[in-house]
């Protein structure tokens, strides 16, 4: 899988948006797009993925820039539960069965 | 929230000893993952499976075995622990696999080889 590279940590007040970035300039035509969130003392959650176009479900947005070397998670409205480590992932359409986890971004909510 | 739940949630054991984790799912789902996850690793992966049966190795295999007899039991076991076998270890289940898949975890094992 390609690489991705993210902050190493971002502060947001709560019921304020979050932008959350992320870059994957080896990006190829056929990876998509992943994010998983995990919080304190638990396993990591899927939050949302895409693979040109913007996507939005309940929990958030993808936006996905045109050239697709890279996209924005958005929170819309972050509470103090939305405080994580945030995991930006490419994932082939063929891929093995690694899914591999960086660093991510650590975000603190402030209330 | 996906129907995952791993057993022991903590185990304490001394170096040299057997032990077995257990990953159970009512989602129904083929495919089913052992991760283990160190602070400065990320999330490895230890080995898979597939189907009743079928698993492989993942990345780092090494020191473990793996069996699921039944599509909702997925087992991890250390032989002979080892200290560097400490670690919290999450299971994963998915109903596809490849770029459109999406995976949802347990909520881990936290295992102290002493």
């Known amino acids: 899988d390609a690489k991705t590279t993210q902050p190493n940590s971002m502060e947001s007040n709560e019921e304020e948006p979050v932008h959350l970035p992320c870059n994957h300039s080896?990006?190829?035509?056929?990876?998509?797009i992943h994010w998983y969130r995990q919080l304190p003392s638990q396993g990591p959650e899927y939050v949302i993925h895409?693979?040109?176009s913007n996507v939005n479900n309940r929990m958030a947005s993808l936006a996905i820039a045109e050239d697709r070397k890279s996209s924005t998670l958005i929170l819309h409205r972050a509470t103090l539960r939305d405080a994580a480590v945030y995991y930006c992932i490419l994932r082939a359409h063929n891929a093995g069965n690694m899914l591999t986890f960086g660093g991510g971004t650590r975000l603190m909510v402030k209330p | 929230d996906a129907g995952i739940t791993q057993s022991p949630r903590h185990k304490v054991t001394e170096t040299g000893t057997p032990v077995t984790l257990r990953c159970h799912q009512t989602e129904n789902h083929r495919y089913m993952y052992w991760y283990r996850q160190d602070p400065g690793h990320g999330l490895r992966l230890i080995h898979y499976?597939?189907?009743?049966?079928?698993?492989d190795k993942g990345e780092v295999s090494d020191g473990y075995s793996v069996s699921r007899s039944k599509t909702e039991d997925f087992l991890l076991t250390l032989e002979s622990a080892t200290s560097s076998q400490t670690s919290v270890y999450f299971c994963?289940?998915?109903?596809?696999?490849?770029?459109?898949?999406?995976?949802?975890f347990g909520s881990g094992t936290q295992l102290s080889v002493l």
């Open positions: 080896t990006i190829s035509g056929t990876d998509y």
């Open positions: 994963a289940i998915s109903e596809s696999r490849g770029g459109n898949e999406k995976l949802f």
């Open positions: 895409g693979l040109t």
């Open positions: 499976s597939y189907g009743v049966k079928d698993t």
